[in-house]
C-alpha cells in the first residue's frame, strides 16, 4: 500500500506547473510535495489561514504554524497568514489553480464521495466541498480499487457524496483518467506495470479511450 | 500609558470560571487545536458545565483542544466541519450521546460571521443535494436553487490570541489566528486567552486583527499544556 | 440657525457617559464632541474604518486619515483600523452603544426619514439604515421646525422613510423626548426659553408628558 | 530575494489603459475619495472609456477620486451609498444622464465581500419596506421576511494600497483600507496602485491585508494629485 501512494502521489506531482497555487487535501495528496522538483515554485495554500506554505522544517517547530491537519511547515517568502473565512473565500471563489484531494469513490461523471463511510468512518467533510466547488482544477487521487478488490470508479458513488460533477482528472496507480464537461470519463494513460485488461475490469464506469493514449512502460 | 486594567477587562480564571454554565452555546476558537486556548479549555472543565452546545472547526483531538472537554461527555451537541482527529467523539455519536451537526468548514466560519457582524444568513450552492443540506430551507432565484445557511451566535466564546492590549484589541500568531476573529464578534461574552497582555497604546493600530470592542474578559495565557500530534509520534 | 445647531449639540453632549462607544453622523451631531468634558473618555467610531477616532490635528493632517465625512482626525492609543466591511458588522450587530444621528423627520412611533429629500437633496442613504438598525440608542436630532415653521416631529413621515421604529430620542432645541417601545412619544425636557405650548403647537405627533419633566430655565 | 517583477504583476500606466474598456463592469476603492487610486483614476480618464458601469462606496467630489470620472458623463450606472459630496453626481442622475442605485452603506461592501468570497448573497432586514428595497427579492423564512442581496463582482478593480510586493501582497495606510481589500476580492482584474513596491519576502506575513493571489497588475503612485475638501476650504 505504501508504495502504492508514492506511485499515485508522484505521478500527481507532474501535474504542478510553476506558479500555480495549489490547495492539498490530506492522505495521498499529503505526499505529492516530495515529487515536486525544487526548480517548479509554487505556492500551498492550506484551509486554516495560509498562503506561501512551506515545507516541515528540521528543528524549532512551532505549533502556531501548521497546515490544515495539524502538522508543522515553514512560510516562504511572500506567504502570508489570513483567518479561515478569508482562507475559504480564496477557495470559494476560484483563486485556487489546482484541488488535489483524497477520494473513497469517483463516479464518471466527476461526482466525489470522500467524506463518510457510514457507520465506519466519520471524519466529518472539512474543507472537500468548498475545494470541490471552487477549485479550477480537481484531481482526485485513491487506489484503484478498494481492501476487496472491488473498483473504486463507479457509476454512481454508493457512499455520500461530497460534491457533485466536480473531478477534472483521476490518478490512481493503474491509470489516469480525465472527465470531459462532466460527462465523459476518458482513459488518458496506463500507468507502469498494468494493461488496458487491468484497468477495464476494475473499473465500474464506462470510459472512452483517448486518441493520445499514454502507455508507460515499466519503471 | 493607560493605568493597568482600564477598561475592567483583565481578570482571573478562577473569575472566569462562573461565566461556563449548564446549557450554554459555546463557540471555540481554534483548527485542529491549534489557536483553542489551552487555559480556557481547563477552566471549561473545572466548571463543571455540562450539556454543553459547542460550535467549532472540528472536535481537536482527545488530549488537544476542545478534545479534552468533548471526551468528558458533557457536550450535549457539537456542529463542527470534521471530527476525524478525535475517534472519542465518533464513539460518542454512534453511541447517541453527542449529536452532531456536519458543516462545510468555510461555510461554517462563514455563518459564525454571518451572526458576528449582524446580517441574516447567507445563500450557497455548495451541500445542496447532499446529505450535509439536512433540513436547511432551498431557496430559489431565477431559476437557480441554493441552501440558506443561518448566522450562528453563541452566550459565550473563547479565543486565543498572541497579544491583547487592556483594551481587548488583538493580535494573532501565524495560523493560530483561524476563526478566532469571528469567535469574538458572534459571542455575546467574548473570553480571550492572551499569551501577553499589554497596556494599552502598546499595539499598533494597524496590526490589530480584533478591536477591543468584541471582547469582553482576558486572562493571561500558562501556554500550551498538551503534547501536539507530531510530538506524540516522534517521542 | 448656528446657534440652535449648538444648542441641540450641547444637550446630545450630556447624553455620552464614560467608556461609551459613540458613532456621530454628519451634519448637527458631528459638533457633539466639542462639548463633551475632557474628563469623559469615549471611543467614537467611524463607518469607515477606525474605532477611537481623535480631534483634528492642528497640523500634519493625514489624507489617509479621516471621519467618514473625509475631514481630518488624529486616533487615540487603544484606537484601531480596520475595513469597512468589520466596521459595518459591528454597527449592525449592536456593538456600537450610542448613535447620533441627524434628521429630517422624525414620526412619533420613532420611524427616522434622513436620507432624501425628493427632487431636491440627494444626497444617499450613506450608513444611517445601518447605524439605525443596530444602534443599541439612537439619538436624533434636528431643529424642531423646518424653514417654513413646520413641525418636523410628525406623525407620519412625509420623506422617505430610512428606517421604521428606531429612534430612542429626539432632541431639538425646544425640547427632549424619548420614544418607549416604539410607540409612545413623551415629552421628557422642555429646553431654556420655550413652554410647553412652543412645544404643543409645534410637535404634530400627540405625545405624553413624563412625570419627571424637566424644565430648563433661560441659561 | 526575488528578482525584480518575478511575478510579472509589476507594470506602468500605459500598459493598465487597454484593462479600461467600454462597457466594463468597474469596482473602485475608497471612501470619499479617501483610499481611491489616482494615478489609475487619471489613466482611466485618459483610455476614452466610456459607457462605463461604476460601483463603490460614493460618488466621490467632483474634483477628487472617481468623482473626476463622473463630471466626464462617461458612467452609464453608479451603484453606490450616497453622492452628498459630488452633485454634478445629483445632476447627471436628474437629467437621466446617470443612472444611481443607492445601497446602504455596510449592505454594499457587503455584497462586494459576497461576490468576491464566492458566496450567493445574502440576507437582511434592513432596508425592508423603504424604498431602497427596489426589486429586490423578499425572502420568507419562519415567518420574518427579509431581503435578498445578490452578490456583485465586477470586470475590473482599482485599488489604492501604502505597499505592494512584487506578488500583490498589500499593506494599506489608515482610513485608506476601507473596501480596499474587498474591490480586490471580487474583481477579475484586480490592478493595484501602491505608493511603494518592495522585493518578494520584505512584507512580515502577518501584517499583510490582502494576499497577492487577487492582485493582477500593480503600478507605483505618483501621490495624490487633489486638494482634498479641507485643505480647499483652508486655502
Known amino acids: 500500500m505504501g508504495d502504492i501512494r508514492k506511485i499515485i502521489a508522484r505521478r500527481a506531482a507532474a501535474e504542478i506547473r510553476e506558479g500555480m497555487i495549489v490547495n492539498l487535501g490530506i492522505g495521498i495528496p499529503s505526499l505529492v510535495p516530495e515529487f515536486i522538483p525544487s526548480s517548479v515554485s509554487v505556492y500551498f495554500q492550506a484551509e486554516n489561514g495560509i498562503l506561501g506554505m512551506g515545507p516541515e522544517p528540521l528543528e524549532n517547530k512551532d505549533g502556531n504554524l501548521s497546515n490544515a491537519a495539524g502538522y508543522p511547515v515553514s512560510i516562504l517568502p511572500g506567504g502570508s497568514y489570513f483567518d479561515s473565512a478569508v482562507s475559504f473565500g480564496m477557495i470559494r471563489s476560484g483563486y485556487i489553480d489546482l484541488s488535489i484531494l483524497g477520494a473513497l469513490e469517483v463516479s464518471g461523471k466527476g461526482d466525489l464521495a470522500n467524506w463518510i463511510v457510514p457507520g465506519k468512518k466519520v471524519p466529518g467533510v472539512g474543507g472537500a466541498m468548498e475545494l470541490a466547488y471552487g477549485a479550477k482544477n480537481l484531481i482526485a487521487l485513491m487506489p484503484h480499487c478498494d481492501k476487496n478488490g472491488r473498483p473504486k470508479i463507479v457509476r454512481k458513488c454508493s457512499l455520500p457524496i461530497t460534491t457533485y460533477h466536480c473531478v477534472n482528472k483521476i490518478i490512481t496507480e493503474r491509470a489516469v483518467f480525465c472527465i470531459i464537461n462532466n460527462e465523459e470519463l476518458q482513459l488518458e494513460e496506463i500507468m507502469p506495470g498494468y494493461n488496458l485488461a487491468d484497468i477495464k475490469n476494475y473499473t465500474e464506469a464506462g470510459f472512452t479511450i483517448s486518441q493520445e493514449l499514454i502507455i508507460n512502460k515499466e519503471a | ?235
Open chain 2, 1 to 235: 500609558m493607560a493605568e493597568k486594567n482600564t477598561f475592567n477587562k483583565c481578570t482571573d480564571y478562577k473569575r472566569i470560571k462562573s461565566f461556563f454554565r449548564d446549557d450554554m452555546k459555546l463557540l471555540f476558537g481554534g483548527f485542529g487545536g491549534v489557536g483553542t486556548p489551552p487555559g480556557l479549555i481547563d477552566c471549561l472543565i473545572d466548571s463543571g458545565a455540562k450539556n454543553v452546545h459547542l460550535i467549532g472547526n472540528d472536535a481537536g483531538f482527545p488530549w488537544i483542544g476542545i478534545g479534552k472537554f468533548i471526551v468528558l461527555e458533557r457536550a450535549a451537541t457539537l456542529i463542527a466541519s470534521h471530527i476525524g482527529s478525535n475517534p472519542v467523539a465518533g464513539d460518542l455519536m454512534n453511541k447517541g450521546k453527542l449529536k452532531i451537526e456536519f458543516s462545510p468548514q468555510g461555510i461554517l466560519v462563514e455563518r459564525i460571521r454571518s451572526g458576528g457582524t449582524g446580517l441574516d444568513g447567507f445563500l450557497t450552492e455548495i451541500g445542496l443535494g447532499t446529505e450535509l443540506a439536512y433540513d436547511k430551507p432551498v431557496i430559489e432565484l431565477k431559476n437557480k436553487r441554493y441552501l440558506y445557511e443561518s448566522p450562528i451566535k453563541a452566550d459565550v466564546g473563547i479565543v486565543y490570541a498572541r497579544k491583547a492590549d487592556e483594551f481587548g484589541n488583538l493580535v494573532f500568531d501565524k495560523t493560530a489566528r483561524n476563526n478566532n476573529p469571528y469567535v469574538a464578534m458572534a459571542s455575546k461574552v467574548t473570553i480571550v486567552e492572551a499569551e501577553e497582555i499589554v497596556p494599552v497604546g502598546n499595539l499598533d493600530p494597524e496590526e490589530i486583527i480584533v478591536p477591543g470592542i468584541y471582547v469582553d474578559h482576558i486572562v493571561t495565557s500558562t501556554g500550551i499544556n498538551w503534547k501536539w500530534i507530531w510530538e506524540t509520534l516522534e517521542k
